[in-house]
């Protein structure tokens, strides 16, 4: 990977476009470090320590600390990933979307075009959520005059959105002129940002004078490690299905006839059944946020069920990713549907019959597939949650989404600058 991108500086317009994306992403940062006025920073950093395992502490993961400090960035990028993720769901429900996604580049510019304004409603929706828990901590300023603090309110939401939105803005401008993935690489830059964060509450840890400790602290570096080749083992890891074209003559010339295959990769849902699963689960820890609940009553002990130490927790948690997983997939892959294609195209899989019997033979594939690459989701995510009850390590965030993230970027960004190199015939990445 290192030699990709070192024969890659060597290409000029390709150098550009890594220029080009490394001052995205350093705006990103800077963003992520300027202060929303009105709000008191001593206040929030008690606030999240006390919420670090609901749906805040998730946010603040993805958006490198920025939400902790309320800062420009806060949102960061996740209002959009959340619309994204819910037009792509409704295109399958709703019949008008659908067609409006076969229609073609005038199609997707409209879903686009949806997918923004949706976008724009839930920074929104989330901005006011964030200020009304704010407010609960005493982390707004308060004036004596209404308009004043009717000025402080819409200030913060007009800030949080705008910030959000500017965000998207520069992803977007990553997919034109740079490399790679925009809304990946905003991803992944907020979550290496809290890398020297990592690694000085390890070294706290580690100097803290319990033997226990060094032990524990080098079996996480060495884990991680590990995992890391896990998950580009599993990234790379794919199924092939055989399938042979039969030979047409027309005319003088002869089409077809020879063997292909159909890829079916082991982690075809990526992170969104993590995603999803975390997301649902920590509503009621968020919800906790904004009521009072009473020492010993039964909402407490309910709450308490969904904290991520809780058994019940892991249970859901790895529960809902195999089934979000085998949702995403039976909504994005229809057997029939590749199956009729393979027929028209004069293709047929070695040893299966066409029509219902490929079907057939290409849904138990993917089933069989999809089960695998759940339970390696599912064992990612619970990993932090086991290792720090085994080790009594906390506030370390190891595997799951963020490394997934992580490493998924990272290899997509290389492939694409291998498949740019290629189409410039680069002499020194063909040799």
Do not use: C
Not at 65 to 80: C, H, K, N, R
Not at 108 to 129: D, G
Not at 171 to 194: P, Q, W, Y
Not at 371 to 377: D, K, Q
Request: proline residues 4%; charged residues 15%.
């Amino acid at each position: 990977m290192f030699d990709v991108f070192k024969n890659a500086w060597k290409v000029e317009d390709i150098r550009e476009k890594l220029l080009y994306t490394l001052l995205i992403i350093v705006i990103f940062r800077l963003g992520a470090a300027i202060p929303v006025p009105f709000l008191d920073t001593t206040a929030l950093s008690a606030m999240f320590a006390a919420n670090s395992g609901n749906l805040l502490g998730y946010l603040n993961m993805l958006t490198g600390g920025a939400l902790s400090m309320a800062t420009v960035f806060a949102l960061s990028i996740s209002p959009y990933i959340t619309s994204s993720i819910v037009i792509q769901l409704l295109t399958v429900a709703i019949p008008a979307l659908e067609k409006m996604a076969k229609e073609g580049p005038e199609g997707k510019k409209k879903i686009n075009m949806i997918t923004r304004w949706s976008t724009v409603a839930l920074a929104l929706i989330q901005s006011y959520a964030y200020y009304v828990t704010l407010k609960g901590y005493n982390a707004v300023a308060s004036f004596d005059n209404g308009w004043e603090n009717a000025l402080v309110i819409v200030t913060i939401l007009f800030v949080f959105t705008a910030g959000s939105m500017l965000v998207m803005w520069l992803g977007e401008r990553i997919d034109e002129k740079g490399i790679g993935n925009g809304i990946s690489m905003i991803l992944f830059a907020g979550i290496v940002s809290g890398g020297p964060r990592l690694i000085s509450t390890l070294w706290a840890y580690l100097t803290s004078g319990e033997v226990k400790y060094y032990f524990f602290v080098p079996a996480l570096v060495i884990i991680f490690v590990l995992l890391i080749a896990f998950i580009v083992l599993m990234n790379q890891a794919e199924r092939r299905i055989p399938v042979q074209y039969a030979k047409r003559v027309v005319g003088r010339k002869q089409y077809g006839g020879q063997s292909s295959h159909i890829p079916v990769k082991v982690t075809m849902a990526g992170v969104l059944p993590i995603i999803f699963a975390g997301a649902i689960l920590a509503i009621p820890s968020t919800i906790e946020a904004f009521v009072n609940v009473k020492a010993g009553s039964f909402w407490e002990g309910f709450f308490n069920m969904f904290e991520q130490t809780h058994w019940l927790y892991s249970v859901l948690y790895f529960v809902l990713i195999v089934a979000f997983s085998y949702f995403y997939i039976a909504i994005q892959y229809n057997p029939v549907e590749m199956a009729n294609n393979l027929q028209k195209n004069n293709g047929a899989i070695p040893g299966i019959r066409p029509g219902k019997p490929t079907a057939d033979f290409i849904s138990r594939i993917i089933g069989k597939i999809t089960f695998i690459g759940a339970m390696f989701l599912g064992i990612i995510a619970l990993l932090p949650t086991i290792i720090g009850a085994v080790s009594g390590i906390q506030g370390v965030t190891i595997g799951g989404t963020t490394v997934i993230i992580v490493v998924s970027v990272a290899l997509e960004t290389a492939r694409s600058l291998e498949s740019q190199m290629m189409m410039r015939h680069y002499k020194g990445f063909l040799e």
